[in-house]
C-alpha cells in the first residue's frame, strides 16, 4: 500500500503517527483517506471548500504533484507520500512599499479595479526588476509590455545596431531608427511609454565574464535570444543565481515558451542536455521567422513574467507550450526536472559559468570555414564570368529565394535535393557553389567533395557579398 | 514555550551573520518534553527567494522535505523556523505572516550591521490573520552565565 509520512509537527493530530500506509489510487483519494481516519487533519490540510490549502505541498516521492497531475496524480503501493509546507516571509517589504502617485494610479486604474492584481499587485510590478536578454524579435514586445504594465525597473542587454530586416518583427524600432544602436532607440522609447520606471541597458554581449553581475541586480531573467550559447549561459546563470529564467524561442512558424528554474522544476539542460550539432539547426537569419510570432511568443514570456511577481495563477513552470501558427494549436508537454542534470540536478558539476561557445562547438565551426583557402571571392567570380571561362554556377537556394534575385547563368539545385540529383552534374567540370551568405553553399561543397567532385568552390559570403560587391542592383534580403 | 540550546543557537546566530546582509533561514530540529519546545539543532536552509534576499526569504519544500526526513532518522521534531532581519528590528511582519505555516513556531533573528541585536518568537494562528508571542529561551552571549530569559 502507498505511504504517507506524516510531518513532525502534524503528528499530534494523527495519534503520534510517522507514516501511515493506506489505500487509494490517486493522491486525492489517499489524502481524503488520510482525512477520514484522523479528523482532526482535516482542518490543517484543507480549505473549509475542501482544497489543498495554499501552503500545503505534495510529493510523490521526489516529485512535487503540482509538476506531475495534481490530486489526480496516480499512485502505486511502491509509492511514498510526502505533506510539505511552503515557507516565506522577510523583514518588512509590504510595509515599507511607497506608494502609487496620483499619476501612476490613474496610468495603472485597469490593474488597480481587478482585485488579483490591486494595490499590492502594482506596488509588487514598482518594486519588481525584470532583466530582458536580447532587445529583438522576443525582447521587443516583452520590454514594450512589461514597461506598460509598471515594472519598476527594467534593464536590457543588446549591442546591436537596428537594421532594416529588424522591422518585419522587432517593434521597439522605427524605420527612421535603421544604423541606430538598438539600446539607444529602446531606452527612449520605453522611457517615453512610460517615465515611472527606471529602464537600463547593458551594451554588451553577456559572456561567462559578466553574466552574474548583471543578473544579480534582478528579481527575474527573460531570454529573448537567438543563440545556444547564450541560452546555455543565461540558464547556468540563472541556476546558480536562483532566478527563474522565463524562457521562449521561435522558428519560422512555431515558437515554444516555458519557465526553467525555479525551485523543484526543470532547467534548461534538463529539456536539452547536450546543444545540437553546430549548423545542424538553422537560425532565424538562416531559415527565416514569421514576423509576428516572436509577438506571441513574447508576450506569453510577459505574461509569465508579471504573473512569477504578482505570485498569482498556476505557473509555466514544468510545462512546454507549443504553438504552430499554421495550424493555430497550442500543445503542452510536461518537464521534469533531471535529478542527474548537470547544473540543477541532485548532485551538480557545473558550479560556475563555462566557455558556451566551446560547449556549443560554435568557435570551432567558425574557424574550419575561415581555413578553406580555396572558396571564391566575389570578384574573382566577376572575372572568371568577363573572361568567358567554362564553369557551372550552382545555386543551393531554395526556389522562392532564387525567385527573390539570382546571379545570371546560375543553374537551382536546392540543398536538400543535391544528394539525390548529383547525377545532373558532370564531376569533371569546374562548379562553383553560392546560396545566400555562404553557409549552406559550404555544406554542398563538402557534399560534393564527398562524392568525388574535384573542381568544387564556394562563393564566399553569398549572393549578398555579390550584391555588396559587385552588382548594388541584385536586392539583399 | 520554545528553549534553544547552545550549540543550535550559536549555529543559527553564525549563519545568520554569515548571510548578512541578506536575510539567511533555516529549520530548529528538536524535542518536545513536558510542553517546552526544546532545540538541539540548527539546520540552515537556502533562502531560494528569486528576487532581493535582503528583505525576503523563501524556503525550498524539497529542502524541508529532507530536513524532515533527517529529523525522523534522529527521532526528533521540525519544531519551528529560524530566519533573520538584516538591519531590521526581531518582528513578526506581515510579510512573515502571509507567508508562513501555521504548523510551526517562527524566531525571528535581528542582525543590526552584521552583529546579532535581539531575538523574538512567534506563532501564527490557523488562518494567518494574526500571531501570538511565544516565550523564547536562548543562552547568554557570555558562555559563563547559563540561560538569560527574553520573551
Known amino acids: ?477 | 514555550m520554545i528553549r534553544i540550546e547552545r550549540e543550535a543557537w550559536e549555529a543559527m546566530l553564525e549563519h545568520a551573520r554569515q548571510g548578512y546582509p541578506e536575510e539567511t533561514c533555516g529549520a530548529m530540529l528538536g524535542v518536545r518534553e513536558d510542553g517546552i519546545k526544546r532545540v538541539l539543532r540548527a539546520v540552515p536552509l537556502q533562502n531560494v527567494w528569486p528576487g532581493s534576499r535582503r528583505a525576503r526569504y523563501q524556503v525550498d519544500p524539497a529542502e524541508l522535505l529532507r530536513v524532515e526526513r533527517e529529523a525522523r532518522s534522529l527521532d526528533q521534531q521540525v519544531l519551528g523556523i529560524y530566519h533573520s532581519h538584516p538591519d531590521e528590528g526581531a518582528y513578526f511582519s506581515r510579510t512573515d505572516l502571509e507567508n508562513a505555516c501555521p504548523w510551526y513556531c517562527y524566531v525571528v533573528l535581528s542582525i543590526r550591521g552584521g552583529e546579532f541585536a535581539e531575538a523574538g518568537c512567534w506563532r501564527p494562528d490557523e488562518e494567518l490573520k494574526g500571531s501570538e508571542r511565544e516565550p523564547l529561551w536562548f543562552p547568554a552571549a557570555s558562555s559563563g552565565e547559563s540561560v538569560c530569559r527574553k520573551s
Open chain 1, 1 to 477: 500500500m502507498p505511504k504517507i509520512l506524516i510531518p513532525s509537527a502534524l503528528r499530534q493530530y494523527a495519534e503520534q503517527q510517522a507514516e501511515v500506509e493506506l489505500q487509494g489510487a490517486t493522491v486525492g483519494e489517499l489524502l481524503e483517506e488520510l482525512a477520514a481516519k484522523y479528523p482532526e487533519l482535516r482542518r490543517h490540510l484543507f480549505t473549509a471548500e475542501g482544497k489543498l490549502r495554499s501552503f500545503v505541498n505534495i510529493y510523490v516521492n521526489e516529485e512535487d504533484i503540482r509538476y506531475l497531475q495534481r490530486e489526480q496524480t496516480a499512485v502505486t503501493a511502491a509509492d511514498t507520500i510526502s505533506i510539505v509546507p511552503s515557507i516565506a516571509g522577510g523583514a518588512a517589504v509590504a510595509e515599507t512599499a511607497a506608494g502609487l502617485s496620483r499619476e501612476e494610479i490613474l496610468r495603472y486604474s485597469r490593474h488597480l479595479i481587478m482585485p488579483e492584481v490591486a494595490m499590492e499587485g502594482q506596488l509588487k510590478l514598482k518594486q519588481a526588476r525584470v532583466l530582458v536578454v536580447g532587445a529583438g524579435g522576443l525582447g521587443s514586445p516583452l520590454a514594450l509590455y512589461l514597461a506598460a504594465a509598471g515594472v519598476g525597473r527594467l534593464g536590457l542587454v543588446d549591442y546591436d545596431v537596428v537594421d532594416l530586416t529588424n522591422l518585419q518583427r522587432q517593434i521597439l524600432y522605427a524605420t527612421p531608427d535603421v544604423g541606430r544602436k538598438k539600446l539607444e532607440v529602446a531606452i527612449e522609447r520605453l522611457r517615453t511609454l512610460n517615465p515611472e520606471i527606471q529602464v537600463e541597458g547593458y551594451e554588451t554581449a553577456l559572456t561567462s565574464e559578466n553574466a552574474l553581475e548583471i543578473l544579480r541586480d534582478y528579481d527575474i531573467v527573460v531570454d529573448g535570444t537567438d543563440n545556444f550559447p547564450t541560452r546555455y549561459l543565461v540558464n547556468d546563470a540563472c541556476v546558480l543565481l536562483g532566478k527563474p529564467n522565463v524562457y521562449g524561442s521561435i522558428f519560422r512558424f512555431e515558437g515554444q515558451a516555458t519557465v526553467f528554474a525555479m525551485p523543484g522544476g526543470p532547467c534548461y539542460r534538463c529539456l536539452y542536455p547536450e546543444p545540437p550539432p553546430p549548423g545542424l539547426v538553422p537560425s532565424c537569419a538562416e531559415g527565416g521567422v514569421l514576423g509576428i510570432l516572436p509577438g506571441l511568443i513574447g508576450l506569453i514570456q510577459a505574461t509569465e513574467t508579471v504573473k512569477l511577481i504578482l505570485g498569482t495563477g498556476r505557473p509555466l513552470v514544468g510545462r512546454l507550450v507549443l504553438y504552430d501558427a499554421l495550424a493555430m494549436r497550442f500543445r503542452e508537454l510536461k518537464l521534469r526536472r533531471d535529478p542527474n542534470c548537470p547544473v540543477c540536478g541532485d548532485r551538480p558539476t557545473i558550479r560556475a559559468l563555462i566557455d558556451y561557445e566551446q560547449f556549443c562547438g560554435v568557435r570551432r565551426e567558425r574557424g574550419m570555414q575561415e581555413a578553406d583557402d580555396r572558396d571564391l571571392e566575389p570578384r574573382e567570380l566577376e572575372a572568371l564570368m568577363a573572361r568567358g571561362e567554362r564553369f557551372l554556377l550552382l545555386d543551393v537556394r531554395e526556389p522562392h529565394e532564387h525567385r527573390i534575385c539570382s546571379i545570371p547563368g546560375a543553374r537551382l539545385i536546392p540543398l536538400k535535393e543535391l544528394p539525390q540529383r548529383l547525377h545532373e552534374l558532370d564531376s569533371a567540370e569546374r562548379i562553383i557553389v553560392h546560396c545566400r551568405s555562404g553557409q549552406r553553399s559550404a555544406k554542398a561543397v563538402k557534399l560534393l567533395r564527398e562524392a568525388g567532385f574535384r573542381h568544387v568552390q564556394n562563393l564566399k559570403g553569398g549572393i549578398l557579398a555579390w550584391s555588396d560587391q559587385v552588382d548594388p542592383s541584385v536586392p539583399k534580403y
